[in-house]
Nanobody
């Protein structure tokens, strides 16, 4: 079955960095558009960034210049390098794999907490 397993979350001070990873299995990873979303307590899930199957990246405005998404098709992983973290980046971060109409899959999420 399809599995997306996030890792790399944790507690970091404001201004620090974290690198999240998402390992995929059960899908033809190279075909999928991969994305990161996040959900802060009491708020709706919001889109963070996407990398398509050609490696083209897009970012939400609040993350531009601070976050970098990358993918390794051989390892079936997508990474999110987060720099200059702010307390408002505190959220559960989710990995998403999408290939319409064949699949739209989510990981369980990894907690990122940024202290001020």
């Amino acid at each position: 079955q399809v599995q997306l397993m996030e890792s790399g979350g944790g507690l970091v001070q404001a201004g620090g960095s974290l690198r999240l990873s998402c390992a995929a299995s059960g899908i033809t990873f190279s075909l999928y558009r991969m994305a990161w979303y996040r959900q802060a307590p009491g708020q709706q899930r919001e889109w963070v960034t996407t990398i398509d199957n050609r490696g083209t990246t897009t970012y939400a405005d609040a993350m531009k210049g601070r976050f970098t998404i990358s993918r390794d098709n051989a390892k079936k992983t997508v990474n999110l390098q987060m720099n200059t973290l702010k307390p408002e980046d505190t959220a559960v971060y989710y990995c998403n794999a999408k290939l319409p109409p064949y699949g739209d899959y989510w990981g369980q999420g990894t907690q990122v907490t940024v202290s001020s």
